[in-house]
């Protein structure tokens, strides 16, 4: 008993106070949901008590971040590692480094908006609704906090249940076939990655993430092998081009709130698994791959261009941007080099605040107008709703990477890290994948710039309906996002000092 304490306690030298802290993220999302479950006054309070619970965690995410050790920021601290399943050799391993840190503040942040945002409405079967989002930040946080390969497999799964009944009690009218979809297609992922973590357990006899990144036991073969099953099912989550089908259905058809984790958050966790698993455990299987990686991210990012201009309706077109978005994080990934990791970590950061952003909006506008559709919202909406018409086409720019703005380095370091990628290499193929991901970043402007100016621009034709403008606990929900995106835009050092010493870790580079 007296071993186990203190390997809770301090392990490696982390300090007491911070392995704690980790654990309070795990419990206090799961007491709170569990607390939903007992019968009593909670069912009438539900929302303030999620709001409280979210508070807690935002509150110890940022007790994490204000004891890291940002001058370490490429080992492991915190780590917590004790026997969870001994007769299998599963223990739980949790721990935080510069990659993980930005997630996990991001996941408790947007979760607490959401519960905000909820609080300035009355949604239906609020207890349910507040355990969902309880039961996912639980996931969510887990998942950026294992240092285990089958405890990351078991987080990363405990997102699917809740986002299922988010999707199919709360969505719209098509909510059914979006949620059966967003199910199937994730449980599908979810079970090659299976596949490709047991065949990594069974190649190397050991699930310790730590341990299989430092030592990189197996052979090129088995690496190649594990690499495509866990790539492909982690490109589903991502979601990469052509496995992303699943996503403008649910985005579409979800709540407000669950859109907004699942393009905030949930996407994040295909995308970390590459920086966390698939990288640094199956460096020879990553570099074999890394020009079909960068080659589909490309064309998700025309792709998922084409389609924004190509759609009427304003929620399907942030979740088709979503695409082309993720494929720059791809194709910073494919690169293998510190610059490109560094922009798909960055990009995940900026997509999470901007597209959450944008859907908290549209979804302000769809309870408004009761439709998302862009000829019947616009044009002439600054004249209508001018916070919400300001706010939207400032997220807007920020998403198109406007210089200034958190979304521009994400995309303009991916293609710097594709002029240059790692030493093997195809680098004129890459060049290519640097051109047309230009040409992705121009058509991203373009379909910005066109809804601007169906839906906010133009004429205003009078009075029309009585609609009142943003509310001051929208406002609440809403701002800090604002102000992160600026801060991130002007000041990139802010979360690339944290990221680098982690690549550079990753990667093995001194």
Request: net charge neutral; proline share 6%; glycine share 12%.
């Amino acid at each position: 008993m007296s071993r186990t304490v203190a390997a809770l306690v301090t392990v490696s030298g982390s300090p007491a106070a911070m392995s704690v802290l980790l654990v309070a993220l795990l419990l206090l999302p799961l007491l709170g949901a569990v607390a939903l479950l007992v019968p009593g006054p909670l069912g009438t309070l539900a929302v303030r008590f999620g709001l409280a619970v979210s508070g807690m965690v935002f509150a110890v995410a940022v007790a994490v971040a204000s004891l890291f050790d940002y001058s370490a920021a490429g080992r492991m601290q915190g780590t917590v590692d004790l026997p969870w399943i001994p007769w299998l050799g599963v223990r739980f391993h949790l721990g935080i480094d510069g990659i993980s840190l930005p997630l996990v503040v991001l996941t408790a942040l947007l979760t607490l908006l959401c519960l905000v945002y909820l609080a300035g409405h009355r949604p239906p079967r609020a207890r349910e609704l507040v355990f969902a989002l309880l039961v996912l930040e639980l996931g969510m946080i887990g998942t950026f906090l294992s240092l285990d390969l089958l405890l990351f497999f078991v987080f990363f799964e405990v997102v699917l249940i809740p986002m299922y009944f988010v999707i199919a009690v709360w969505g719209g009218e098509g909510r059914r076939r979006a949620a059966y979809k967003f199910i199937l297609y994730t449980l599908l992922g979810s079970a090659v990655l299976l596949v490709g973590l047991l065949y990594v357990w069974a190649q190397t006899g050991t699930l310790d993430m730590v341990r299989l990144a430092a030592d990189h036991p197996m052979g090129r073969t088995a690496q190649i092998l594990a690499f495509v099953a866990i790539g492909v099912g982690l490109a589903v989550k991502t979601p990469m081009w052509p496995l992303h089908t699943w996503l403008p259905d649910a985005h579409t058809e979800a709540p407000t709130v669950g859109s907004v984790l699942l393009a905030g958050v949930l996407l994040k966790m295909g995308t970390y698994g590459f920086a966390r698993v698939a990288i640094p455990i199956l460096p020879e299987g990553a570099a074999a791959v890394a020009p079909w990686l960068g080659a589909l991210a490309v064309v998700g990012i025309v792709y998922g261009a084409l389609a924004c201009l190509a759609q009427r309706d304003l929620k399907r077109l942030i979740a088709y941007s979503s695409v082309g978005h993720m494929g720059f994080v791809l194709l910073g990934f494919a690169t293998l080099t510190p610059v490109g990791i560094n922009a798909a970590l960055y990009g995940n950061i900026a997509h999470g605040l901007i597209t959450g952003l944008l859907f908290f909006l549209v979804g302000a506008l769809k309870e408004r107008y009761g439709t998302s559709d862009l000829d019947e919202l616009g044009p002439g909406l600054l004249g209508r709703l001018p916070y919400v018409a300001s706010l939207l086409t400032f997220a807007s720019v920020a998403s198109l990477g406007l210089p200034g703005l958190a979304g521009f380095w994400g995309e303009m370091l991916a293609l710097q890290g594709a002029y240059e990628p790692a030493a093997g290499l195809p680098r004129e193929l890459f060049l290519t994948f640097m051109v047309i991901g230009g040409l992705g970043a121009v058509l991203t402007a373009a379909y910005f710039l066109v809804m601007l100016s169906r839906l906010t621009h133009g004429p205003w034709g009078g009075p029309g309906p009585t609609l009142h403008d943003a509310t001051r606990i929208e406002l609440a929900a809403w701002v800090p996002l604002v102000v992160l995106i600026l801060v991130f835009g002007v000041w990139p050092s802010a979360l690339l000092g944290l990221t680098t010493p982690a690549v550079q870790a990753l990667l093995g580079v001194p």
